[in-house]
Every structure is written in structure tokens, then in C-alpha cells.
T-cell receptor
Framework: AQSVTQPDIHITVSEGASLELRCNYS??????LFWYVQSPGQGLQLLLK??????LVQGIKGFEAEFKRSQSSFNLRKPSVHWSDAAEYFC?????????FGPGTRLSVLP | ETGVTQSPTHLIKTRGQQVTLRCSSQ?????VSWYQQALGQGPQFIFQ???????GRGNFPPRFSGLQFPNYSSELNVNALELDDSALYLC??????????????FGQGTRLTVV
């Protein structure tokens, strides 16, 4: 069965520090992979997506993610975190007509 | 902001009641998907509508039903509400119909509380 795991429930980083959020997936075919961000009380905003080609994907707000097929991973990175990045982050696999989401990682940013 | 709008934003219902949630899809999009997001969890796929027909369903009971209208807007109906139905309900619209959601835009959600 398709599944997405995000090993870190909650991460705290200082403003200006680098960030890496982990995502592992289980999927039988070539996956379509996504990262979404959700601010409190809000819907989901697409950060970036991977369908094929270059395994390093650039997204909005300075985020990037790297697809590693051998590790079944699609980790999200940002070189310098801003206070406004504090939110919940969801990794997702495009499956059939829908998405399978991970449980999310909550990011807190210290001033 | 996306062009996907959901109404109402918040709703409180009593156990056993019925509820209807609404979603207007983004212009040019013909597919609407509904997700349930319980507190502290990732969204779970309920079902998808394409060309006014259900086009895939997750692991939700029949008391969760939906409609899609000719203008591609959609409704989610939940009968015989249970306490565990309390969640944020998200609507997503996309342009694809029968293949994977290559890009979907989510609404702000409807927060349903069942008491």
C-alpha cells in the first residue's frame, strides 16, 4: 500500500539556520511527489513538486527538495529559515486520482 | 491565494445531524477532491468528482456523499454525524480528471465541530 512517513513530528530551528525536513514514501511505481505548507487555520499551499527529470527541485519561498529513488526519500531543504516559515509541512505522493499525505512536521522558528 | 473557495468556514453540529459543505473550484478546473484532516494529522482522501460523477473514493463510509455541478462546484454531505467527524474539510480543485493530480489548489477549509 502507498504510504508516506515524516519521521519528525516537530522541529525547532533558529531564524537564519538551515532546515531539512525528511520524507520517505512507499510506492510501487515512479512517484509524483509534493511538498505542501499549511499555516494555522489555513488550507494547503504547494511549495514544490517532482514528476520526472532533474532530481533537485526548486520551489517557492526559497525551498528545494531532492528526490532519491534509492532511499525512497524526498527531503525538503532551505538554507536560511525565516520566522514566517513557521507552519506545518506535509509531504505527499500523487496516487491515482488523489494524494496520500504524510502526518506532517510542525516547524517552529526561534528569533 | 487560490481561486478555490469553501463555505462555511466554521460549523458546529450535533451528533446525528446532517451537514453540507460547499466548494467553488478555480476557474478552468474541472475536478474537485475532498479531504478530511483530523487535528494533528495529514489530510485523508474522501472522494473526487469529475464530470459530475464520483471518480475515486477513499476509505470513508457511504454516509459521506457528494455532488458536482455543471459549473464544477461541489458539495460534501455527511449524514448521521459522529463525534469523530470533527475535522477540517479541505476541497482541492485541479485540471486533470482521470490521471494523478498533477497540481491541485486547496481551499481554506471548513472546520466542522460535532458535539
Amino acid at each position: 500500500a502507498q504510504s508516506v512517513t515524516q519521521p519528525d513530528i516537530h522541529i525547532t530551528v533558529s531564524e537564519g539556520a538551515s532546515l531539512e525536513l525528511r520524507c520517505n514514501y512507499s510506492y510501487g511505481a515512479t512517484p509524483y511527489l509534493f511538498w505542501y505548507v499549511q499555516s494555522p487555520g489555513q488550507g494547503l499551499q504547494l511549495l514544490l513538486k517532482y514528476f520526472s527529470g532533474d532530481t533537485l527541485v526548486q520551489g517557492i519561498k526559497g525551498f528545494e527538495a531532492e528526490f532519491k529513488r534509492s532511499q525512497s526519500s524526498f527531503n525538503l531543504r532551505k538554507p536560511s529559515v525565516h520566522w514566517s516559515d513557521a507552519a506545518e509541512y506535509f509531504c505527499a505522493v500523487g496516487y491515482g486520482q488523489n494524494f496520500v499525505f504524510g502526518p506532517g512536521t510542525r516547524l517552529s522558528v526561534l528569533p | 491565494e487560490t481561486g478555490v473557495t469553501q463555505s462555511p468556514t466554521h460549523l458546529i453540529k450535533t451528533r446525528g445531524q446532517q451537514v453540507t459543505l460547499r466548494c467553488s473550484s478555480q476557474s478552468g478546473h474541472n475536478t474537485v477532491s475532498w479531504y478530511q484532516q483530523a487535528l494533528g494529522q495529514g489530510p485523508q482522501f474522501i472522494f473526487q468528482y469529475y464530470r459530475e460523477e464520483e471518480n475515486g473514493r477513499g476509505n470513508f463510509p457511504p454516509r459521506f456523499s457528494g455532488l458536482q455541478f455543471p459549473n464544477y462546484s461541489s458539495e460534501l454531505n455527511v449524514n448521521a454525524l459522529e463525534l469523530d467527524d470533527s475535522a477540517l474539510y479541505l476541497c482541492a480543485s485541479s485540471r486533470t480528471g482521470v490521471r494523478q493530480n498533477t497540481e491541485a489548489f486547496f481551499g481554506q477549509g471548513t472546520r466542522l465541530t460535532v458535539v
